[in-house]
């Protein structure tokens, strides 16, 4: 059965930050792909960030020079650190993993920031 399970969303106020973890099992996490997306009320899924299984990244524009997606291949754990945090960033945030057309996602988490 595969997990992934995110944790470490809640409240922060403008300029904040915010550490997300998503733990995975019932995978060989070493050999996937890794992701957060976000969606807000009445938005789309967007991509946030992802690391490939060589460490390579990515980010979406809105978030690039603030947030840091790394990964701990030990621990089964892939982490977006959240910095300089605006009220758009106010979304769930979802963990996903994908192999060759295979993917998987977590329940998500929230994040709220305001004032």
């Known amino acids: 059965q595969v997990q992934l399970v995110e944790s470490g969303g809640g409240l922060v106020q403008p300029g904040g930050s915010l550490r997300l973890s998503c733990a995975a099992s019932?995978?060989?996490?070493?050999?996937?792909?890794m992701g957060w997306y976000r969606q807000a009320p009445g938005k789309q899924r967007e991509l946030v960030a992802r690391?490939?299984?060589?460490?390579?990244?990515n980010y979406a524009d809105s978030v690039k020079g603030r947030f840091t997606i790394s990964r701990d291949n030990a621990k089964n754990t892939v982490y977006l650190q959240m910095n300089s945090l605006k009220p758009e960033d106010t979304a769930v945030y979802y963990c996903?993993?994908?192999?060759?057309?295979?993917?998987?996602w977590g329940q998500g988490t929230q994040v709220t920031v305001s004032s």
């Open positions: 996903a993993a994908d192999r060759d057309g295979t993917g998987y």
């Open positions: 690391i490939t299984i060589g460490r390579s990244t």
């Open positions: 019932g995978i060989i996490f070493s050999i996937y792909r």
